[in-house]
T-cell receptor, first 118, second 113 residues
Framework: EAQVTQNPRYLITVTGKKLTVTCSQN?????MSWYRQDPGLGLRQIYY???????DKGDVPEGYKVSRKEKRNFPLILESPSPNQTSLYFC?????????????????FGPGTRLTVT | AQSVAQPEDQVNVAEGNPLTVKCTYS??????LFWYVQYPNRGLQFLLK??????LVKGSYGFEAEFNKSQTSFHLKKPSALVSDSALYFC???????????FGPGTRLSVLP
């Protein structure tokens, strides 16, 4: 089954304790992205990656890191979490958006990770 | 900078009636526009997209959307609403060929039996 998986699905942690949220896709997609969802603000893009070893900042990258060492994985790292990073996080993937032919692909989303930082 | 507005936080409609969920956008260049739906405790699911061509785009579950360049709008529509359509709907825009995406704040649709 084609899917994007995230782990953990729920996480409660304390301020300053480093954490990693994993994201994996089995569709051989080049493009992967992380979003956070907050009430009234919709989804805001944190980081995205066009391919292995290629990452770029989205609209709200502060306090987050990512890496793309393998095509299928795109972990989100919070080096020193703070309460304002309490949110619902989504990972998404799609074929390469610049594949040509004027095509832009829809994204496939993971089930979400609900993070609470106290 | 690109932006997306969904002017209604909540839309209520009776089952069987037509529904419209509004979206307006601001982006430089040609917009690539998307609608996604989110059911409770689930990730977002793709409904439809506009890249180029016909202004009326048909998508999943009987939904369609109309692109209006002069009004910079991309409203989501369905001729006859179902209770199962109740969910949170997001409009999104990509200013280039999909490098980064901007989502609207979402509109909660409630279809009443």
């Amino acid at each position: 089954e084609a899917q994007v998986t995230q782990n953990p699905r729920y996480l409660i942690t304390v301020t300053g304790k480093k954490l990693t949220v994993t994201c994996s896709q089995n569709m051989n997609h080049e493009y992967m992205s992380w979003y956070r969802q907050d009430p009234g603000l919709g989804l805001r893009q944190i980081y995205y990656s066009m391919n292995v070893e290629v990452t770029d900042k989205g609209d709200v990258p502060e306090g987050y890191k990512v890496s793309r060492k393998e095509k299928r994985n795109f972990p989100l790292i919070l080096e020193s979490p703070s309460p304002n990073q309490t949110s619902l996080y989504f990972c998404a993937s799609s074929p390469h958006p610049l594949a040509g032919g004027g095509q832009t692909y829809e994204q496939y989303f993971g089930p979400g990770t609900r993070l609470t930082v106290t | 900078a690109q932006s997306v507005a969904q002017p209604e936080d909540q839309v209520n409609v009776a089952e069987g009636n037509p529904l419209t969920v509004k979206c307006t956008y601001s982006v430089s260049g040609n917009p690539y526009l998307f609608w996604y739906v989110q059911y409770p405790n689930r990730g977002l699911q793709f409904l439809l997209k506009y890249i180029t061509g016909d202004n009326l785009v048909k998508g999943s579950y009987g939904f369609e959307a109309e692109f209006n360049k002069s009004q910079t709008s991309f409203h989501l529509k369905k001729p006859s609403a179902l209770v199962s359509d109740s969910a949170l709907y997001f409009c999104a825009v990509s200013p280039t060929e999909g490098q980064n995406f901007v989502f609207g704040p979402g509109t909660r649709l409630s279809v009443l039996p």
